[in-house]
Nanobody
Framework: QVQVVESGGGLVQTGGSLRLSCEVS????????VTWYRQPPGKQREPVGA???????NYADSVKGRFTISKADDKNTYYLQMSSLKPQDTAVYYC??????????????WGQGTQVTVSS
C-alpha cells in the first residue's frame, strides 16, 4: 500500500503565500515523479507543475515565477511553495505520485486534496 497525503491548505489574502506538503509513504521503492494538480470551482483538474526523481522541474505558465516545487532531502515529502497568490489560484490542490512499489509495480497514486482559497 502507498499513501499520499497533502497538507497545508487554507485561506490567504491576495498577494500572500502558502506552502503545501505532499508526503508519500508505504511500500515505496522509488518516487519517480510528483505532479501537483489543482481543480478550481466548476472547472476541470489541471496540472500545476511537476518534479522528477532526477530533479527536473516544470510549471504551468499560469504559475511560473510564483510557485516552486521542491523535495525534502531525506524523505519522500514534496512541497509546493505558492507566492503572490491570486483569487484565480483558488482551487483544491492535489498531489499525484508516480511510484515504483517494493513489489516492482509502477502506479500513480493520488492524495485526497487540500483546499486553497485566496480572498480578494
Amino acid at each position: 500500500q502507498v499513501q499520499v497525503v497533502e497538507s497545508g491548505g487554507g485561506l490567504v489574502q491576495t498577494g500572500g503565500s502558502l506552502r503545501l506538503s505532499c508526503e508519500v509513504s508505504g511500500s515505496v521503492l522509488s518516487v519517480n515523479r510528483v505532479t501537483w494538480y489543482r481543480q478550481p470551482p466548476g472547472k476541470q483538474r489541471e496540472p500545476v507543475g511537476a518534479i522528477t526523481r532526477g530533479g527536473l522541474l516544470n510549471y504551468a505558465d499560469s504559475v511560473k515565477g510564483r510557485f516552486t516545487i521542491s523535495k525534502a532531502d531525506d524523505k519522500n515529502t514534496y512541497y509546493l511553495q505558492m507566492s503572490s497568490l491570486k483569487p484565480q489560484d483558488t482551487a483544491v490542490y492535489y498531489c499525484n505520485a508516480a511510484v515504483t512499489t517494493t513489489f516492482q509495480f509502477e502506479h500513480e497514486y493520488w492524495g485526497q486534496g487540500t483546499q486553497v482559497t485566496v480572498s480578494s
